[in-house]
């Protein structure tokens, strides 16, 4: 097992495209996150699915966003007409259960210039 | 609202130097409390879970532990090693399917 698995590690493109980012959680986490973090912030919850089941969403995640996982296995994190304030690094997680501690992939670095 | 407020924002001390980093938090029925390290341009590293008021754990040079409004994250004799981003996090709610996180403490130590 060699944990959450995030790529690409860095992205930078131009305002207004859209750009995809793709997690490979640990085999056995029916449970997925994701989070963004921008610098001297903690991280801040996106959306989370249960198996393939997105059971919730952030308000800030505005509808540019998009979070799929089909079989509920890797999950995508789309955004599309990107704009600066979206340059942030996006984090993926993942649990086993409901109650427990979340595992962290290394992040996608994204600059929007 | 579910908040998790850490203090302080930054931390310098010298090698050896015990101390201790404070988060309080302010939810609804907690599901537990996390601790985990950030290195900067990485992901959170997992440190701890802590359920009930009461419970400690401990690894190395930290220790964690739990009272019904705060946890501590206590670093005995820290090296620079142990210089990075301590964030506390929580889960809470009868869904608990998210995890909330503090803005994190800075920690610096010097040789």
């Known amino acids: 097992d060699t944990g959450v698995s995030q790529d690409p590690r860095h992205k930078i493109t131009k305002r207004g495209q859209n750009v995809t980012f793709r997690c490979d959680p640990i085999?056995?986490?029916?449970?997925l996150y994701w989070y963004r973090q921008t610098l001297g912030q903690g991280p801040e919850f996106l959306t989370y699915f249960q198996n393939e089941a997105q059971l919730e969403k952030s308000r800030l995640l505005s509808d540019r966003f998009s979070a799929e996982r089909p079989k509920g296995s890797f999950s995508t994190l789309e955004i599309q007409r990107t704009e600066q304030g979206d340059s942030a690094m996006y984090l993926c997680?993942?649990?086993?259960?409901?109650?427990?501690?979340?595992?962290f992939g290394q992040g996608t670095r994204l600059t929007v210039v | 609202e579910d908040q998790v407020t850490q203090s302080p924002e930054a931390l310098r001390l010298q090698e050896g130097e015990s101390s201790s980093l404070n988060c309080s938090y302010t939810?609804?029925?907690?599901?537990?409390l996390f601790w985990y390290r950030q290195d900067p341009g990485k992901g959170p590293e997992f440190l701890f879970t802590?359920?009930?008021a009461g419970e400690e754990k401990e690894k190395e040079r930290l220790k964690a532990t739990l009272t019904k409004k705060e946890s501590f994250l206590h670093i005995t004799a820290p090296k620079p090693e142990d210089s990075a981003t301590y964030l506390c996090a929580v889960r809470a709610g009868s869904s608990a399917s998210k995890i909330i996180f503090g803005s994190g403490t800075r920690l610096s130590i010097r040789p």
């Open positions: 802590l359920y009930s």
């Open positions: 939810v609804s029925g907690l599901r537990g």
């Open positions: 085999s056995e986490h029916n449970r």
């Open positions: 997680a993942s649990s086993p259960r409901i109650d427990s501690e979340a595992f």
